[in-house]
Antibody
Framework: EVQLVESGGGLVQPGGSLRLSCAAS????????MCWVRQAPGKGLEWVAN????????YYVDSVKGRFTISRDNAKNSLYLQMNSLRAEDTAVYYC?????WGQGTLVTVSS | SYELTQPPSVSVSPGQTARITCSGD??????AYWYQQKSGQAPVLVIY???KRPSGIPERVSGSSSGTMATLTISGAQVEDEADYYC???????????FGGGTKLTVL
């Protein structure tokens, strides 16, 4: 059974940084593109970034380019999202996803 | 940037057919995916590659795509189908994904 478990969310001040992690199990992690998707409170879904199987290709939504970095460690079956220069509008539940499989999400709140 | 356009809301009576549309310029060449999200829950994939149904999704849920429009159809809609539905696809490069704005389906 595919399992994706996010962690690392929390409250951070504007301008601060946070690193999200996603632990994957139940499938061969290194065979799949992975992505992060977020959902602001009461809003729709927004694709944030994705990364190729070997990490050689990464793509981002325009609003996070230059501030967020997606990465992975295939040896640890883990996906990461380094978030810097956080803004209030980054407040959201962040989901780790592989094809149609999603985790339960981790909440990031950016507020002073 | 690329956009997918959905109606904000669709309302049907139980037993009727609900159709939710999604329009995007790249849809003639890119697959559409559909997610269902019930309140407080993570999204669930209900249609992939325009018209394929994951295991566990009832047959009354179907998808199609023609030209720049993809359509999610729920035949004989039930109260349990009430949810937000999102289409999902890529731009013409295939590298940047985007969700539609979501459609709230009401069955009452």
């Amino acid at each position: 059974e595919v399992q994706l478990v996010e962690s690392g969310g929390g409250l951070v001040q504007p301008g601060g940084s946070l690193r999200l992690s996603c632990a994957a199990s139940g499938f061969t992690f290194s065979n799949y593109w992975m992505c992060w998707v977020r959902q602001a409170p009461g809003k729709g879904l927004e694709w944030v970034a994705n990364i190729k199987q070997d990490g050689s290709e990464k793509y981002y939504v325009d609003s996070v380019k230059g501030r967020f970095t997606i990465s992975r460690d295939n040896a640890k079956n883990s996906l990461y999202l380094q978030m810097n220069s956080l803004r209030a509008e980054d407040t959201a539940v962040y989901y780790c996803a592989r094809d149609g499989n999603w985790g339960q999400g981790t909440l990031v709140t950016v507020s002073s | 940037s690329y956009e997918l356009t959905q109606p904000p809301s669709v309302s049907v009576s139980p037993g009727q057919t609900a159709r939710i549309t999604c329009s995007g310029d790249a849809l003639p060449k890119k697959y559409a995916y559909w997610y269902q999200q019930k309140s407080g829950q993570a999204p669930v994939l209900v249609i992939y590659e325009d018209s394929k149904r994951p295991s566990g999704i009832p047959e009354r849920v179907s998808g199609s795509s023609s030209g720049t429009m993809a359509t999610l159809t729920i035949s004989g809609a039930q109260v349990e189908d009430e949810a937000d539905y999102y289409c999902y696809s890529t731009d013409s490069s295939g590298n940047h994904w985007v969700f539609g704005g979501g459609t709230k389906l009401t069955v009452l």
